[in-house]
């Protein structure tokens, strides 16, 4: 039998033990940590936008489109999509559980790419994004002005310039996004009785826009094909785009044939303005900015979040005057509550199970045994959920709190066994004792824990 190999080697036994609770340590350290088991399906979010459609118009020439494409990827469940009246459009693609989100990411990407030539320009023109994302919010930063000197404009423009792809690039952030569409935008309001009285339509307005609000490269002076004589060359450079309302607002529509011109500033009024003004948020009362972090797959929540925290800290050091960041929505702050109330668990049914021990048994030598076999199996078992790409949350340590139960039953049965050996034969040695006594008692100990997770076996049948 296998357990006469360590009764006969004590230091292999020892040996093998010290080497289970050095891997379960180590494991402690590199677990991802999590409110629940990760059993949500990963998922590739594709974001399009086509300016001034209504959601039908997005439905149509967008959505069904680049669904036809992502239609039947490789090892999908469903997918989900939205279109918005305000021409916004965003798809969700749901996988298998335990597939690999970068894989699944490159697979849209791909599809999207062969129906990229079939969609509007303007979606082609503001492009396609498609990127991997977790399904539950980690945390919620704000930021906002408590003198409100600043407004929500300036506030969501600061975020998405300051803020946003700093927090991204944390390790273990899946994704940084901003709430709402505030960023700062040119709003022309076209005025359609003066376009009706110069005959100027919106869409000469758009081309002028387009074709003139342009970055080009221009070309250089003393460049080939002219005579190698030339000393310099020179690269003209041009102002490219539009920065202010009044340089749109010179923008030519049209040249009339009297040698008049028409500008946008005379069919239309310009401002810099928000993006969009179908949300805002408030903290308080107050004007405020939010985004929202995402955590990876497998990255360890609580780590995440402190290092989210500490990032925050060292960009505050360079925030403008009147301007400051919290973070009012944490769900770390209840795992790791929630960790903290297991841990004490844990700590006091160990405590409670060598009580109970010493009591029963009437022996400290015997006490012993199960107090060291207990932390081996709890600590052991990290490595092992490590290695099968299990998360330390709420049910794993719940389970390892009813496996105190099974674990310590096993050691006071061969402790209670050895005993009664050495009570019948007060000459036998310790080792004999112990090896005859796991003789008789291997097979009832088998069937004693397999009795025993047999109690959990029907909640694998369990829907939902």
């Given at each position: 039998?296998?357990s006469?190999?360590f ?11 010290v ?10 350290t ?8 990760d059993i949500?399906?990963p998922q ?13 118009n ?6 069904q489109?680049?669904?036809?494409e ?7 469940i ?20 335990g597939t ?9 990407m ?10 509007p320009q ?5 492009g396609v994004?498609?990127?991997?994302k ?12 408590p003198?409100?000197s ?6 969501a ?9 700093y ?7 899946g994704?940084?996004s ?11 309001w ?13 869409q ?10 342009v ?11 002219l ?22 607002g ?13 500008r ?5 009024e ?17 004007a ?7 955590q990876?797959?497998?990255?360890n ?9 500490a990032?925050?800290?060292r ?13 009012t ?9 929630t960790?903290e ?13 060598a009580?109970v ?8 030598r015997a ?11 709890l ?5 092992i ?12 340590l719940?389970a ?21 050996k ?14 005859e ?8 100990i ?6 025993l ?6 909640t694998?049948?369990?829907p939902?």
């Amino acid at each position: 039998m296998i357990s006469s190999v360590f009764i006969k080697r004590p230091r292999l036994a020892m040996v093998i033990s010290v080497v289970i609770t050095i891997a379960g340590a180590i494991a402690l350290t590199a677990i991802p940590v999590s409110q629940f088991p990760d059993i949500v399906p990963p998922q590739v979010s594709v974001v399009a936008t086509y300016p001034g459609a209504s959601a039908e118009n997005v439905e149509a020439s967008v959505g069904q489109v680049i669904e036809s494409e992502v239609n039947g990827v490789d090892r999908m469940i469903y997918m989900k999509s939205t279109s918005g009246s305000d021409g916004s459009y965003n798809l969700e693609v749901s996988f298998e559980v335990g597939t690999d989100p970068d894989i699944n990411t490159v697979n849209v990407m791909n599809k999207v790419n062969a129906a990229l030539s079939r969609l509007p320009q303007e979606t082609q023109r503001l492009g396609v994004t498609v990127s991997k994302k977790s399904a539950a919010i980690l945390q919620v930063v704000s930021i906002f002005s408590p003198d409100q000197s600043r407004d929500e404009l300036f506030l969501a423009n600061y975020a998405t310039i300051n803020l946003v792809d700093y927090l991204a690039r944390i390790p273990g952030v899946g994704e940084a996004s901003l709430f709402g569409q505030n960023e700062y935008s040119m709003r022309i309001w076209m005025d359609t009785l003066r376009m009706s009285n110069l005959g100027v339509s919106a869409q000469e307005v758009m081309a002028a826009i387009q074709s003139q609000n342009v970055q080009a490269a221009v070309g250089r002076v003393g460049a080939a094909p002219l005579s190698k004589d030339v000393e310099f060359q020179l690269n003209i450079t041009t102002k490219g785009r539009m920065l202010d309302a009044e340089e749109f607002g010179n923008l030519v529509v049209r040249s009339q044939s009297d040698g008049g011109i028409v500008r946008i500033s005379d069919v239309a009024e310009v401002e810099l303005g928000s993006k969009s003004a179908d949300s805002f948020t408030r903290m308080n009362g107050q004007a405020a900015s939010g985004v929202a972090i995402y955590q990876s797959p497998g990255a360890n929540a609580v780590q995440v979040a402190k290092a989210v925290r500490a990032e925050l800290d060292r960009l505050s050091t360079d925030f403008p005057e009147g301007l400051e960041t919290r973070i009012t929505y944490d769900t770390t702050i209840f795992v790791e509550k929630t960790i903290e109330s297991v841990i004490h668990t844990l700590f006091e049914a160990f405590v409670l199970v060598a009580i109970v021990v010493f009591i029963f048994l009437g022996s400290f030598r015997a006490t012993i045994i199960p107090i060291v076999v207990v932390p081996v199996a709890l600590i052991g078992t990290f490595s092992i959920m490590l290695a099968l790409g299990f998360s330390a949350n709420t049910i794993s340590l719940l389970a390892l709190i009813l496996a105190i139960g099974i674990v310590v039953d096993d050691a006071i049965v061969v402790v209670e066994a050895v005993e009664h050996k050495l009570e019948e034969h007060p000459d036998m040695s310790p080792a004999q004792a112990t090896e005859e006594a796991m003789e008789e008692i291997t097979g009832p100990i088998i069937a004693i824990t397999l009795v025993l997770l047999s109690v959990f076996v029907p909640t694998m049948f369990i829907p939902g």
